[in-house]
């Protein structure tokens, strides 16, 4: 029955005249040679703009932004004050040390600061006049670490200058602020780019990741002192949220790779090392080892917990300090690339991150995604469908993946155990697309795409950017594009995946009815903000519950509803909305 409100859907003129409800004057009028028209020109060549294509300063590859935030990461300290403090005086104290490149305060169970020498030297100067508390009746571990507590000798004199410190945000907006945001916006278009704004990582909080990893990789340092702890996933591929975990990986494919050279003569020399059966077994003993320094040595690092069973083994704790909930696991080379991947797709067009952001949170809104691992589908799986919605745009918005690889060259050759894992790295080199639908569009046709989509026989694929037959019988198939025998959302369930299309055809009808100018009548909230209200899915969960009304006798209410309160909400000549108030 659910089919048959789509059926009404998707015979409805999609590209039919737009309303102009929603509208603000200077859009309605925006054709060109008008000042709007400028103005809009304006605003796109400012970085705000709807196709991204117009970006054409050059982009920094994957492999480079890694390479230079680890390596401020690695010049950085966190201190940890109390809130009796002179910024002033703070500074000229650690410069003592070297000079500062760069630091920024939050808060997090007290006040921290995160401080980039100019100098490797300087952590260790800094070090070197620390001292290891002494704890009464308690004992500490005289772990010397880059994590500091700073205690003042004279508390009276520092408190004149202590509220200039500005504490930079470390979480999303509220709720209430959202909705505020977005019902302030212009169009549905800005509150896409609203929402993007308040929710992506910050350059502080994308810093103090790259901290954490770097703290963890002191310790893991101990045992193999060329290793590498890595971010990967949201930290890094451009489509994190604020508040999300910290995946990182222990990078100890660098160890030994640099004796080649040593190997000259008659003699090789090599370590004596313990073996064990199998790759698998290396890594949980190896996991389970750092796992118990964090537990006992880590400062801040809580809530250890070993996860050394599962496919791929992991280390998961809290770390207090940056309120990080933290996953580490190891050689996990291949979910590195698909985050570099995933780095490309985000940088090519501005619209990208825009929609993944927008689907992210309303999936979050909706209980389709959940922070405990169950039949729900994820973050990853929703951007990797975002992906191939885009790929399949006429003209497409983004390459295929097989495209992307027949762009590479010698350096970008990738092949990780067995698994091709090529792609042209240079952004640079890839053309942008000619597309300019608007992220209005493409919200509306995203629903409607996954909502009528045969998830019972088709596969989803971004490398050939094109649906395939499903090889398995899982209720949702998306290819996992370097291990292409493995389905990324083998975790979903059928009901989940119901959810998922019930919501996505009612959010496009709702959009369209906003469209057409009948917005939602219970509601004030108008576009995205609509979108996210979790009423629509109460509607769902209800109806699943109670197997009470078919979606089509739901939709019919709710175009009843709205031929009423149509008559009562009404557009003013100025074409800007009003709206029924009264829920
Ligand atoms: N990954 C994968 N296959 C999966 C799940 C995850 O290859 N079935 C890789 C992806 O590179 C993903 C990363 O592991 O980006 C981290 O997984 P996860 O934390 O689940 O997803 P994120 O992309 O980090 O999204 P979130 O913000 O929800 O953490
Ligand atoms: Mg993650």
Redesign the pocket.
């Known amino acids: 029955m659910a089919a048959r409100g789509v059926g009404l859907l998707t015979h409805l003129p999609l590209r039919a005249q737009r309303s102009q409800v929603l509208r603000p004057i200077h859009r309605l009028l925006s054709c060109p040679g008008t000042v709007a028209a400028d103005a809009r020109k304006e605003e796109q060549s400012s970085g705000s703009a709807e196709t991204g294509s117009e970006d054409r300063t050059p982009k920094k590859r994957f492999s480079e932004v890694q390479k230079e935030r680890r390596e401020q990461a690695q010049r950085s300290v966190l201190i940890h004050f109390p809130n009796k403090i002179s910024e002033k005086k703070f500074l000229k104290y650690l410069s003592q040390h070297g000079p500062i490149n760069n630091h920024f305060f939050y808060e997090s169970f007290g006040l921290y600061a995160v401080v980039e020498f100019c100098q490797k030297e300087s952590v260790a100067s800094l070090q070197s006049v620390t001292r290891t508390p002494s704890m009464g009746t308690e004992a500490a571990i005289p772990f010397r670490s880059r994590c500091f507590h700073l205690k003042l000798k004279n508390a009276s004199n520092q408190t004149s200058e202590q509220s200039c410190i500005t504490r930079s945000n470390q979480s999303p907006p509220s709720s209430k602020k959202l909705f505020e945001l977005l019902c302030d916006a212009e169009s549905i278009d800005d509150q896409l780019n609203t929402l993007l704004k308040e929710f992506q990582l910050t350059e502080e909080n994308t810093k103090l990741r790259y901290f954490t990893c770097s703290l963890i990789e002191d310790i893991a340092a101990a045992y193999f002192p060329d290793c590498a702890v890595r971010p ?4 890094v ?1 451009g ?3 604020l508040g ?2 910290l ?1 990182m990986f222990l990078d100890l494919d660098e160890i030994g790779k640099f004796s080649d050279h040593k190997t000259l003569g008659n003699f090789l020399m090599e370590f004596q090392v313990k073996n064990v059966p199998s790759e698998r077994i290396a890594t949980q003993k190896i996991l389970s080892v750092i796992g118990e320094c964090l537990d006992h040595f880590g400062p801040g690092c809580v809530g250890v917990q070993k996860i050394l069973n599962a496919r791929c083994p992991l280390v998961r704790f809290s770390h207090q300090a940056s309120g990080f909930q933290c ?1 580490l696991t190891t050689n ?1 080379r ?3 690339k ?2 570099e991947l ?1 780095y490309i797709y985000g940088a090519l067009d501005s619209r990208v991150r825009a929609l993944v952001f927008s689907i ?1 949170c309303w999936a979050r809104a909706h209980s389709l ?1 959940s922070s405990i691992p169950g039949a729900w589908i ?4 929703l ?1 990797m469908m975002v992906i191939f919605f885009l790929q399949k745009r006429s003209p497409p918005i983004l390459p295929t993946l097989d495209y992307l690889k027949s762009l590479a060259d010698a350096e970008d050759k990738c092949i990780i155990e067995g698994h091709n894992c090529t792609f042209v790295c240079d952004l640079n080199r890839i053309k942008p697309s000619g597309n300019t639908e608007t992220l209005e569009l493409l919200l509306k046709e995203f629903f409607e795409y996954f909502g009528n989509f045969a998830f019972n026989k088709n596969s989803i694929n971004i490398r050939q950017g094109k649906e395939q037959n499903k090889p398995e019988p899982s209720p949702l198939h998306i290819q ?1 594009p370097f291990e292409t025998s ?1 389905n ?3 975790n979903v369930s059928q009901s989940q995946l119901q959810k998922f299309v019930d919501l996505a055809r009612e959010s496009a009808w709702i959009l369209h009815q906003e469209v057409n100018g009948h917005p939602s009548p219970s509601s004030k909230l108008w576009g995205l903000a609509a979108l996210l209200l979790p009423s629509v899915a109460k509607n769902v969960s209800q109806t699943k519950r109670k197997k009470k009304k078919p979606a089509s006798e739901r939709v019919k209410n709710l175009l009843e509803s709205i031929k009423s309160s149509s008559t009562e909400n009404s557009t003013n000549t100025n074409g800007t909305r009003t709206v029924n108030t009264q829920t």
């Open positions: 990967f996933g949201s930290s591929n489509f994190g949220k999300c975990d995946d996953d996990n291949i979910a590195l698909s985050s995933l992210r995604t994820t973050n990853f799986s951007t996992n493995l990324i959302s083998k």
